[in-house]
């Protein structure tokens, strides 16, 4: 079995996240760097996976600029076998459809290059920069793979289904998929765990495979700023929020004349 984990190196806090006023987008070279907090359910469980079943070989793909590697051999480092990395001008900018499309084709190029066709892909339920859970789902259906998001749990998986359960707002679902297929985690799966010393040297040592659009054969209509349909029409900081009106009263009843009077005073009633 072959598994590739779709990870985002996205900032570490919202302090030091910085907005290009020109474009709208995250300033990546300049910011405070980790693996998307979701991500790493993802690679969690992409290992958990490789323990079950033996033979399995999990693949860890990222598409950013170079620092990003960082993020790869961090994977690697918890059990990823070998990395795979995005990296051109050209993706920059990229929205959600832009993104999932030069994934796919990255998925795609792992595949041949490795001669070991991907039978399933983990995506982490969204990411902290852009909060949308698009990505997952727009590779499975570039991919036309079935595709299941909100997983809490891979209840079974042999080289030919999947079955998960699904989180749902009213309980809980219980799906079969037929592999290769892609799934969506949240938190709630596993508790990712810390590298191990051997763990962190095999990352040191390991080779990553940096790939640019031409590499991966991408469509320039399709990938970066220019290939994404939506756009970022402005960003900015929300001002701070004013200071409310204490209603004061001495006893509840009191209070809620005093709130009555207040609203019809503002008009509000």
Same mark, same amino acid.
């Given at each position: 079995?072959?598994?590739?984990?779709?990870i985002?190196?996205?900032?570490?806090?919202?302090?030091?996240?910085?907005?290009?006023?020109?474009t709208?987008?995250?300033?990546?070279?300049?910011?405070t760097?980790?693996?998307?907090?979701?991500?790493n359910y @993802?690679?969690e469980?992409a290992v /958990?996976?490789?323990?079950?079943?033996? !033979?399995?070989v =999990? +693949?860890? *793909?990222?598409? #950013?600029?170079p620092?990003?590697?960082?993020?790869?051999?961090?994977?690697?480092?918890?059990g990823?076998?070998?990395?795979?990395?995005?990296?051109?001008?050209?993706?920059?900018?990229?929205?959600?459809?832009?993104?999932?499309? @030069?994934?796919?084709?990255?998925? /795609?190029?792992?595949?041949?290059?490795? !001669?070991?066709? =991907? +039978?399933? *892909?983990?995506? #982490?339920?969204?990411?902290?920069?852009?909060?949308?859970?698009?990505?997952?789902?727009?590779?499975a259906?570039?991919l036309d793979?079935?595709?299941?998001?909100y997983?809490k749990?891979?209840?079974?998986?042999?080289d030919?289904?999947?079955?998960?359960?699904?989180?749902m707002?009213?309980?809980t679902?219980v799906?079969?998929?037929?592999?290769?297929?892609?799934?969506?985690?949240?938190?709630?799966?596993?508790?990712?765990?810390?590298?191990?010393?051997k763990?962190?040297m095999?990352a040191?040592?390991?080779?990553?495979l940096?790939?640019?659009?031409?590499?991966?054969?991408?469509?320039?209509?399709?990938i970066g700023?220019?290939?994404?349909?939506?756009?970022?029409?402005?960003?900015?900081?929300?001002?701070?929020r004013?200071?409310?009106?204490?209603?004061?009263?001495k006893?509840a009843?009191e209070?809620?004349?005093?709130?009555?009077?207040?609203?019809?005073?503002?008009?509000?009633?």
């Amino acid at each position: 079995m072959h598994i590739v984990v779709c990870i985002k190196q996205t900032p570490a806090s919202a302090a030091n996240a910085q907005i290009d006023p020109k474009t709208g987008t995250l300033k990546r070279e300049a910011m405070t760097a980790e693996i998307n907090p979701f991500d790493n359910y @993802a690679v969690e469980e992409a290992v /958990r996976i490789k323990e079950r079943i033996p !033979g399995t070989v =999990v +693949s860890v *793909i990222t598409m #950013g600029p170079p620092q990003a590697e960082e993020a790869l051999r961090e994977a690697i480092s918890r059990g990823c076998d070998q990395g795979f990395h995005l990296c051109d001008r050209a993706f920059a900018g990229a929205d959600t459809w832009a993104t999932s499309y @030069a994934l796919q084709m990255g998925i /795609r190029k792992i595949s041949t290059t490795t !001669g070991n066709p =991907v +039978s399933l *892909i983990i995506c #982490g339920k969204q990411t902290n920069d852009g909060d949308t859970g698009h990505v997952g789902p727009g590779i499975a259906a570039w991919l036309d793979m079935p595709n299941v998001a909100y997983v809490k749990k891979v209840d079974q998986i042999d080289d030919k289904k999947i079955v998960v359960w699904r989180m749902m707002e009213d309980g809980t679902d219980v799906i079969e998929m037929p592999l290769p297929a892609v799934i969506a985690v949240v938190k709630e799966i596993n508790e990712p765990r810390v590298a191990s010393l051997k763990g962190k040297m095999n990352a040191k040592k390991a080779t990553v495979l940096r790939w640019t659009a031409v590499d991966i054969e991408a469509d320039k209509a399709n990938i970066g700023l220019s290939g994404s349909p939506t756009i970022v029409a402005k960003s900015y900081n929300p001002p701070p929020r004013q200071g409310g009106v204490r209603i004061e009263g001495k006893t509840a009843e009191e209070k809620a004349r005093n709130l009555v009077a207040k609203m019809r005073e503002m008009k509000v009633i």
